[in-house]
């Protein structure tokens, strides 16, 4: 037998094999047996659910973070990364490095978030905690434990986002802020604080317009404060512009060092109302807007408490 005659059997035998008319009455005389389109029915969404639950979501999303090192980001490192259908993302040893050169590491996170959402939609919302945010520039270092809920709606991820809100739980942290450039009436020169342990806090807002709005945050530890206001967002994070209100109890631990400086400046609650302009890495002090150029005499009532974190 040579190699025509075992092509030509070869053929002959796939042809008959293939015989459509006779699959299809093979097909029809299975599917009349009892039970069998309840198999068949069970067969596709078994096959279904295992491709649900076998799709590789990791590469997807990990590939959809990569996408922002062409934009807002020099790099990102992510260690481990776990999640479930029930959205529920878990990661750990972040690390990322944005355009400006400042890093951001957290050292894990736990997020109830849509992944379906976050990877084929333009909006991000549900819960978080984050235990070991740091954020390190030249200008302002953070150490941040945190959780909360929110809703952020992008235009497009390559862009800052349009609206949303936001609620979060400052949990034991640290904040260490540069150089505070003071005025000309309270001498010119810049104020530089140590490092601020905070016990507890909370912090409401609202996204709008590229502007994040602070309508509601109290921080308890080494100073007692609430602050409100704004503040517009750049590309770059450490130039996006202030416009905040902080209201401090003077007797907050750290100003002691500072309490005779800032005499004139306490109200008769006991208060110190300073108004914060400028970008976060070159924030300055603004006493026309702050009401503290001509304060109140201060009087012997006691101090305007302020409220506990309701958490």
Known sequence: MDITEVKNNTLAALKSSLNFNLLWSM???AVKLPYAKTYIFLALLFTLLFGIVSFPY???LRSSLKNLEKNILRSIYISTMDFSLFDVVAVNNVYIVLQSGSEIIVRS???DISMFRL?????I????QFNGLKYNAESVQMDLNLSGEGFIDFKSFDEMPQNGNFKIIINPSTLKIGEIALPDSMGGIPLSLPLVKIKSGNCEGEISTQK?????MKIFGDISCT???SIAMAKTFLSSRLDLKITADADSAILKDYRDFLGRFVNDRNQIVLAIRGSISRPYIDLSQSGSEAPRPRTNQPPDN?????Q
Request: charged share 25%; aromatic share 6%; glycine share 10%.
């Open 58 to 60: 990791d590469i997807l």
């Open 306 to 310: 302020l409220p506990p974190v309701r």
């Open 212 to 216: 994040i709005n602070i309508t509601n």
């Open 27 to 29: 097909v029809k005389d």
């Open 227 to 229: 602050i409100n206001g």
């Open 125 to 128: 919302t549900g819960s978080f």
């Open 119 to 123: 990877m084929f939609g333009k909006d």
């Open 109 to 111: 996170a736990d997020l």
